[in-house]
């Protein structure tokens, strides 16, 4: 079991958990309220940001030549963090052993927690922990800081890993559509992500997706960013993973293991554009379910589309800030592309 404590007094802060990949949504803002999301991870579970974050910030103009990179960027941002990597993100179910401090606690939140500074101490010392985050239109974590916090005991959690067949059995994914009929706020940020890595696999240039599934969900934005593939289109995206043949195309559509963080193998030349699992097993299995008493078989055509009506829109910030943490975007059309969005990266895709 992993169990994460105080680093000062080695008070216990968690139950025992197990490790997941950091979810691309992890710290997506969506919409306005009324209040939080449910949490980021499922209960008995932690996930590790590799990359620097909280205080201290830099700005962009302020770095030197080099040092942007180093801390994981390749493209503007309004701050870069220098703060320590590894934190840990966790659902605050999990937690114990720590506190919220009223006197932590900053006014920049709006009817919640909205991060920034550690908020929450450790009961047995004092020491501040962890940052509480339940504000409106975010998700509910809470993040261990490194600095201050340490695994008291390591080893496999609750959670059993699980190889790509099994979680074709065992995690089917989430629909794309909620009950309200508004597009899940994870498919928001999975094909966000997965459009800037589409981006930097293809240089910028069109790209081809037979699939009609996966083609409702990136066309109309790839269509925006950079116009319709034509017949000569060099690049063909198909998806590709456990269950699937190879790839046909040059571009594979590939899941990322919701556990290890991996990615399903393609082989050179195939160039993989990685998709959250939970989206990915949904487009390459989801069927729709035949009517029990129904006897005559459906032809396809004739199925009613399981795809969301509202226009769906990727998550604008969740897209920059991927595309601004790949060293293509270096390349001049994708350069252009991200400062189309700048400053008023929310809202990238609504104009
Ligand atoms: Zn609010
Ligand atoms: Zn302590």
């Not at 974050?53 to 180093?70: F, I, K, N, Q, V």
């Not at 801390?71 to 220098?82: N, T």
């Not at 078989?297 to 998550?315: H, K, T």
Request: glycine share 10%; aromatic share 8%; proline share 13%.
């Amino acid at each position: 079991m992993t169990v994460f404590g105080c680093r000062n007094c080695g008070t216990s802060l968690t139950v025992s958990v197990s490790r997941v990949a950091l979810p691309v949504h992890a710290d997506q803002k969506y919409g306005n309220g009324p209040g939080s999301f449910p949490p980021a991870l499922e209960p008995g579970t932690f996930a590790v940001d590799p990359l620097p974050s909280g205080s201290p910030w830099r700005r962009w103009d302020e770095l030197e030549s080099g040092a942007a990179e180093a801390l994981g960027w390749y493209a503007p941002r309004f701050g870069i963090s220098a703060g320590p990597s590894g934190q840990v993100l966790l659902a605050p179910g999990d937690v114990h052993g720590a506190v919220i401090d009223p006197a932590l606690v900053g006014d920049s939140g709006c009817c919640g927690l909205d991060g920034g500074e550690p908020n929450m101490v450790c009961t047995g010392c004092g020491t501040p922990v962890a940052v509480r985050i339940d504000d409106c239109g975010l998700q509910q974590a809470i993040w261990l800081d490194p600095l201050t916090t340490r695994v008291l005991d390591d080893g496999p959690g609750p959670h059993p890993l699980l190889e790509w067949a099994d979680l074709i059995d065992q995690r089917p994914g989430i629909p794309p559509q909620e009950p309200d009929g508004f597009w899940h706020p994870m498919w928001a940020a999975a094909v966000a992500s997965a459009l800037a890595h589409l981006l930097a696999a293809s240089g910028g240039d069109p790209v081809m997706i037979p699939d009609h599934r996966v083609a409702e969900v990136f066309r109309p934005t790839l269509d925006r960013l950079v116009g319709p593939a034509g017949p000569a289109s060099a690049h063909t995206l198909d998806l590709a993973g456990p269950g699937l043949p190879d790839a046909d195309g040059d571009l594979a559509l590939i899941p990322v293991h919701p556990q290890t963080g991996e990615h399903w193998p393609v082989a050179a030349p195939v160039k993989p554009v990685p998709l959250a699992w939970d989206a990915w097993r949904h487009l390459a299995f989801h069927r729709v379910t035949k009517p029990a008493v129904r006897s005559v078989p459906i032809p396809p055509e004739s199925l009613p589309a399981q795809l969301p009506g509202y226009r769906f829109e990727p998550d604008g910030r969740i897209f920059l800030s991927v595309l601004a943490r790949l060293p293509e975007v270096r390349q001049p059309r994708l350069r252009a592309i991200y400062d189309r969005g700048r400053p008023y990266s929310y809202m990238y895709f609504t104009f």
